[in-house]
């Protein structure tokens, strides 16, 4: 939350919003979480998420799944790294079940409860046990993506 962040014709106009890669800049507050945004410069936009409901509920999903594994103003350059790797991807494809099992896989990685090479276990299920629960958009979004993939012909 930011003073006139959302004033048409404030510092921070066109810069914030759902799914952008900016670099801000805070002023911390000493009395609480509430910080003060003094500069915000955007990095990429990734229009290609909104550009459909599907794109856009993905990332979403990605969002409320890095929330939960993360504590609040905890610095996770890997973390960060797979997220805009994930956004790039579906910034420019439309997202399937694949792209959801990998983000999943890596996220579980990073956090320790998980090898692939090692381990045949579902990652998703992994990261459900350590966190004591996954989002409940999951459950939608997997089975949107399966009815659409049932759908396409193959190739």
């Known amino acids: 939350m930011a003073k006139g962040a959302r004033r048409a014709k404030g510092p921070f106009s066109g810069k914030l919003d759902l799914f952008f890669e900016t670099e801000i800049q805070?002023?911390?507050s000493r009395k609480s979480t509430l910080h003060t945004l003094t500069e915000v410069v955007l990095k990429n936009p990734f229009g290609g998420i909104r550009q459909n409901y599907l794109r856009t509920q993905t990332a979403a999903?990605?969002?409320?799944?890095?929330?939960i594994c993360t504590e609040r103003d905890h610095h996770e350059p890997e973390l960060f790294a797979l997220l805009r790797r994930a956004f790039g991807y579906i910034d420019k494809n439309d997202?399937?079940?694949?792209?959801?099992?990998?983000?999943?896989?890596?996220?579980?990685?990073?956090?320790?409860?998980?090898?692939?090479?090692?381990?045949?276990s579902n990652p998703a299920f992994a990261l459900g046990n350590l966190f004591g629960r996954l989002p409940l958009s999951?459950?939608?979004l997997l089975r949107t993506l399966g009815t659409r993939e049932k759908k396409l012909p193959s190739k």
């Open 26 to 28: 805070i002023a911390p």
């Open 61 to 67: 999903y990605f969002v409320e799944l890095i929330e």
């Open 95 to 120: 997202p399937n079940l694949r792209a959801v099992s990998h983000f999943e896989t890596e996220l579980a990685r990073i956090a320790g409860v998980h090898d692939a090479n090692k381990l045949k």
């Open 138 to 140: 999951r459950t939608p």
